[in-house]
């Protein structure tokens, strides 16, 4: 696997190596021990699997709070996503600051997300399909969001509405910056 650091510390986007022949190829997408070697989280509690039928459908912004902060790791498997985080540690160099990547199936780049990072995508195609990997089993009652269209963190998104969200996502808080 390709590990690219990303401009969030602790961010990857991880490209699968392929080893090509004329079958087709072959790539690693999950290795405990590479991850373990960069120092990344390598604890895998749940897969989940989320299926989206309609393009422009947005799902986040997520994150969950100590003592259940969970790292994940995200691919698109069917379709296309742009991908979102939001550094939300504190005393980061990049508190506050957001990226996003194009995940595809055709790309089968994936998204190493650190704890304490939100997390959202919105959907660039019909019927998407994302799986992710994540590191704590999810408890509703440590899990946080944010508005996907905080005034202070301004994602550009690809459709500035989302032509689905759902009312979870659309009602989180804005969030409140602390220096």
Not at 162 to 179: A, G
């Amino acid at each position: 696997m390709i590990f690219r650091p990303l401009k969030l510390d602790g961010a990857f986007l991880i490209e699968p190596e392929r080893l090509i022949d004329d079958r087709g190829f072959f790539a690693r997408t999950w290795c405990k021990r590479e991850f373990e070697d960069r120092g990344l989280n390598n604890s895998i509690a749940q897969c989940n699997l989320g299926f989206n039928k309609h393009r422009g459908t947005l799902r986040g912004m997520h994150y969950q709070v100590a003592p259940h902060t969970e790292a994940k790791l995200v691919r698109c498997t069917m379709g296309a996503i742009y991908d979102v985080i939001i550094d939300l540690r504190k005393k980061s160099s990049t508190y506050t600051e957001w990226l996003a990547v194009e995940l595809t199936a055709e790309n089968r780049k994936m998204l190493y997300i650190p704890e304490n990072l939100a997390h959202g995508y919105q959907t660039l195609t019909d019927n998407t399909e994302v799986f992710y990997q994540v590191s704590e089993f999810y408890d509703p009652e440590y899990e946080r969001g944010l508005r996907w269209d905080d005034p202070i963190i301004e994602i550009k998104w690809p459709e500035e509405t989302p032509v689905l969200i759902s009312i979870k996502d659309r009602n989180w808080p804005d969030f409140f910056y602390e220096s």
